[in-house]
């Protein structure tokens, strides 16, 4: 009889259900449950609904107890540095606002005046975004410090779920490290910092390790689903648990994590936290089993799936990468450029970039998209350059996991801009090692290595 393992993926637009199971060496995957998600305005703030979130994850939940398939563990993972805050009686307060929000707008300059841009960093390993964690509770502190003065606990979102799941709070570590107030020396809250900054410590919860036996499920939960299962800790923030199944054993690994964003870097025994490491604004967060994602965040398809939204709704990603790859524009935009967070009209900024530029302005979906994934190509090809020079590594190949495995002419223009062999594949990345953690903790894999020689030899790889 087969046991099964339930990861609950959630990303910026959409979250899932994936069971899997050990068959013959090798694991199956199956996704039972689907369900949107996106960032919503309220009281004056970008927000996600976690209330709504949390039903969808008990409804994927319950789809296990209908199918007979009933998981002996369950993990939930989602993106990083977000939170909520909980008061004395363990209430929400306030709304889960979201890293896209202008609320941090200035707040990097009112954190410099208690330690240096480089006096953090060199303390933190973390590259500068103002989304940060540490920028969202300085305009907290700021705009609503009633808030902090009531705060009793500050869970990461998947914390929150795993939190409403067993009663237990906890923080996971790969996504604490993403809130810039983790030591990576001590691997552990960086009291010193929370201090001078005035953020109350009470409100930090110990931090633990993905494969953390976490709990059973609350006896409320047990009665709503149907069924009592573990709950482990996967390596909570996405990327760190898509990190897991690179599906390679190599001594250097060089990866890009595909997907709303790109992350592109490598694994490191010991974070970079040298002045050099903070110029190129590489990040040291952290990875399952204390190693350090060493790697730079890239804008990614964020960029496609605004424009689809906009101008190619009725067109498929596979649809939009085939057009783009027929076009012979060559107009290119900085991906990094901050103009693309979170743009009223993406077409309209990456055409007004373009004119701006001097350069061919793009007019249908062919030629925008062209831009972007020629765009996105050659900013890879510049940060392998950065990380090969940085780390004294020069990489053979690349890995690209995630969904944005399967964008064909993207993979092509990665391979021709880096001079790299390009490996695509898995494309459910973040549930594989999600599940991947679970299976170790249960002990059917039997480390990091030997689970990586089985995404290999489980899940359809292409090379370019």
């Known amino acids: 009889m087969n046991r099964y393992y339930l990861a609950i993926d959630i990303g910026a637009s959409s979250g899932r259900h994936i069971l899997a199971h050990m ?8 996704e039972i449950y689907r369900f949107p998600n996106g ?8 927000v996600w609904d976690i209330d709504t979130l949390f039903e ?10 209908e199918m007979n398939k009933i998981p002996v563990s369950v993990g939930i993972d989602t993106w990083a540095v977000d939170f909520v805050l909980l008061d004395e009686l363990d209430r929400r307060m306030g709304n889960a606002v979201a890293y896209r929000d202008t609320r941090t707008e200035g707040m990097d300059e009112e954190v410099y005046q208690i330690i240096s841009e480089e006096g953090l960093y060199e303390v933190s390993g973390i590259q500068k975004q103002i989304f940060n964690t540490i920028y969202q509770l300085m305009a907290l502190k700021k705009k609503h410090p009633e808030q902090l003065i009531k705060a009793k606990k500050l869970l990461m979102i998947p914390d929150y779920f795993h939190y409403l799941l067993t009663g237990k709070a906890v923080t996971e570590y790969t996504n604490a490290t993403t809130t810039q107030l983790v030591s990576p020396e001590t691997k552990t809250w960086n009291w010193d910092l929370i201090k001078k900054l005035g953020y109350p410590e009470e409100i930090f919860q110990d931090i633990q390790m993905a494969g953390t036996e976490l709990s059973n499920l609350s006896e409320q939960i047990q009665q709503e689903i149907g069924y009592d299962c573990k709950v482990i800790l996967p390596a909570t923030h996405d990327t760190a648990s898509a990190v897991v199944a690179v599906p390679s054993n190599q001594e250097h690994n060089l990866y890009i994590s595909s997907g709303t964003w790109s992350l592109m870097g490598t694994e490191l025994l010991e974070a970079n936290c040298s002045p050099v490491s903070r110029e190129h604004n590489f990040t040291n967060e952290g990875g399952y089993n204390y190693r350090y994602r060493y790697l730079k965040n890239i804008m990614g398809l964020w960029m496609i799936q605004s424009v689809k939204r906009e101008i190619a709704e009725n067109l498929s990603f596979g649809e939009i990468c085939d057009r783009a790859s027929k076009s012979t524009i060559t107009s290119i935009v900085d991906c990094n450029d901050k103009r693309f967070l979170a743009p009223f009209n993406m077409t309209i900024e990456v055409q007004n970039a373009c004119r701006e530029s001097g350069q061919q302005v793009p007019k249908d979906i062919s030629e925008v998209a062209a831009v972007v994934y020629n765009s996105l190509a050659i900013c890879y090809a510049h940060t392998m350059k950065e990380i090969e020079d ?60 030997g689970a990586r020689k089985c995404i290999y ?8």
């Open 23 to 30: 068959e013959c060496g090798k694991m199956v995957l199956e």
């Open 39 to 46: 960032m919503i305005e309220q009281d004056g703030e970008l």
């Open 56 to 65: 969808e994850i008990k409804l994927g939940m319950k789809k296990c107890k």
């Open 390 to 449: 940085i780390t004294g590594v020069n990489y053979d190949r690349i890995h690209i996991v995630g969904g944005g495995a399967n964008a064909e002419y993207l993979n092509r223009l990665t391979a021709k801009f880096t001079r790299k062999k390009v490996y695509a594949g898995p494309t459910e990345a973040t549930a594989i090692g999600n599940i991947t953690t679970q299976l170790i903790a249960f002990e059917e894999l039997t480390d990091l290595q």
């Open 457 to 464: 030899e489980s899940f359809a790889i292409s090379v370019y």
